[in-house]
């Protein structure tokens, strides 16, 4: 059965998580000199190009004074070389190349190969040694590009922002000089009114202006959601106080009790079944529901902390899994030479390994896999969807702070453990 809407946007948000853990480990990676070689292949290359462009440059890093970086950037490029036979064609965004040397204790070194297909196309070729990999170009590539503006307004107040994937970012808010109502009569209650309706004009305008420069500056722009407490939002829209190219993009109007910053989070939230496909209203379901069983008597179909949902994992009665992409965690598993205890435990990092037996002993890694993606294999064995939650939203930083970054929906209860 072909794989659902929801399902490829988890694939590819699960993608994009690999590709970022990658960067952020490419990123830390320092060479003693220019010794870490990253190559850009754009989809549009000929292979063969590529291979004969890498192998005048062997040619020309053979006149490297230092060994040490002569025989890294010649190592770098024959390993490579070897790598594009594998490849008839680029990948449909392309493929990149960082390999080199970077040093570890001592005076010693070791060769880090990276080889990543991008989330967007490479738009162009790049061949570059240095002391650090090349990769300002592709952290553009994580930021979320859907994004939606946002208007609340009455006539005391407006407050234009975004909401840029998950994050709501206030742009100005607008106080306004529209005179309160009087109780003047006769000719002066006319010449007041007019003056009042010239002030409002202003204001909407000024409100507009802003609106116009701030929205229009948004190449991915999706949709427009208009808010506030009374009649003056759907008059704003009626009366085309907007860019004519932004009108068109207005989704709807909602009724809000604010028009300050918090109206603006108000918004968004009156908005959510015209917003049902974002991430952001995803995560917060998902939360809601999770909170919602934790508020049973009995639990609920609620699981969450590591060994807990582990548990429930191993059991297969976790239908959703929510995990936080802030986790940097790794699984490593490890055997002690003088106890002979092995296991698997969850580390910060490799260096923290010990033997829980007897720590004064260095125990052998055996294998190191990172946090994440070793729940999406055990999910995978019992069927169990995995959603990936963002610690840009407030749902996002309630799972990792308050939930230790993990929690499950359960399909059935399963009691303690």
Known sequence: MAPDESDNERIMEKRRYDFKRALEEIRNIHGRGTELVSVYVPPDKQISDVANYLRNEYSQSQNIKSKRTNKAVTGAIESILARLKYFKAPPENGVIFFVGEAPT?????????FVLEPPEPITSFMYRCDSEFYTEKLWDMLDEKTTFGLLVIDRSESTIGLLKGKRVIPVKNIQSLVPSKHGR?????????????????EFYKKTADTA?????????????????????????????????????????????????????????????????????????????????????????????GEEQVRHALALGAVDTLLISEGLRKLRVTMKCPQCG??????????????????????????????????????????????????????????????????????RYGIGGM
């Open 341 to 410: 205890w092995s296991g698997t435990l969850t580390l910060d990092r490799v260096e923290d390994a010990k033997c829980p037996t007897c720590p004064e002993a260095t125990p052998v890694i055996e294998s190191s896999v990172d946090f994440v993606d070793a729940f999406y294999e055990d999910a995978s064995k019992v069927g169990t969807k995995v959603e990936l939650l963002s610690v840009d939203s407030e749902e996002g930083e309630l799972l990792l702070k308050a939930f230790g970054g993990i929690a499950a929906i359960l």
């Open 212 to 304: 116009n420069e701030a929205f229009l500056a948004q190449p991915d722009l999706k949709g427009i959601l208009i808010g506030g407490p009374g009649p003056t939002k759907e008059f704003f829209v009626k009366e085309e106080y907007l860019h004519h190219e932004l009108r068109k993009k207005i989704i709807d109007t909602f009724d809000t009790g604010y028009t300050d910053e918090y109206g603006l989070k108000e918004l968004v939230e009156k908005a959510k079944e015209s917003l049902a496909d974002l991430d952001l209203m995803r995560e917060k379901a998902l939360m809601q529901r999770l909170l919602e069983e934790i508020r049973k008597s009995d639990g609920g179909l609620a699981s969450y």
């Open 105 to 113: 204790a001592g005076d010693q070194t070791r060769q880090v190969q």
């Open 185 to 201: 009569g006769g000719q002066s209650a006319l010449r007041f009114e007019r003056l009042i309706e010239i002030a409002a004009h």
